[in-house]
């Protein structure tokens, strides 16, 4: 079955008070991750990948060092990493859940801690990529970066928040400033219920 491209899981100007524009929402959602759709299905026709599940098909295709060369993997990965960040997103941010409190401090020893690496990592992934908070296999928190469409699914990790750090997913609203982008995206756009629901 081919894959489709998910809704928004709120209007395209619902996140414009929290700093995400309608405009950007416009592009990065319905042309950006519709063509990440669309290559996807045109690449994997009559292929082995044919018919498998999106996991299975990143982590299949995912081979260090040769990203770049896969096109089903890019496309792939970026249909997986678009889908999980607007579901991370929400018009109201809210308050982070205490489990989850509880595991960033543990990890990462606190919100304020966690916050800036989670910046730094953005800010500091040179070209096109995410950065993440992810759940490692014995439980601990692990702020990380990938570049391009890579993502944790190729390292076994669970992914809890993940911050697209293309440029078109900042330049119609804040141009070339990254940092500001990530500073507001950590204070006015994460569904903290949503991250918390992936622990
Ligand atoms: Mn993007």
Known sequence: ??????????????LAEGGMSKETLEYHHDKHHKAY????????????WEGKSLEDIVKGTYQKGAVAQ????????????HSQFWEMMAPKSG???????KAI?????????FKKKFSEAGVGQFGSGWAWLVKNADGSLEVTK??????P?????TALLGVDVWEHSYY????????KYLENFLNNLVNWENVASRL
């Not at 401090?105 to 801690?113: A, H, I, Y």
């Not at 990938?146 to 993502?151: F, I, K």
Request: glycine residues 8%.
């Open 95 to 101: 308050a982070i859940p205490g489990e989850l409190e």
């Open 70 to 81: 896969n096109g089903i993997f890019n496309n792939a990965s970026q249909h997986w990493n």
């Open 146 to 151: 990938t570049e391009n469409g890579v993502n």
């Open 37 to 48: 759709v669309d290559k996807l299905n045109e690449l994997v026709a009559g292929t082995e």
């Open 153 to 157: 699914l190729c390292f076994g990790q």
């Open 172 to 179: 119609i609203d804040f141009r070339n400033a990254r940092p």
């Open 105 to 113: 401090t543990e990890s990462l020893g606190s919100v304020d801690d």
């Open 1 to 14: 079955m081919a894959f489709t491209l998910p809704d928004l899981p709120y209007a395209h100007d619902a």
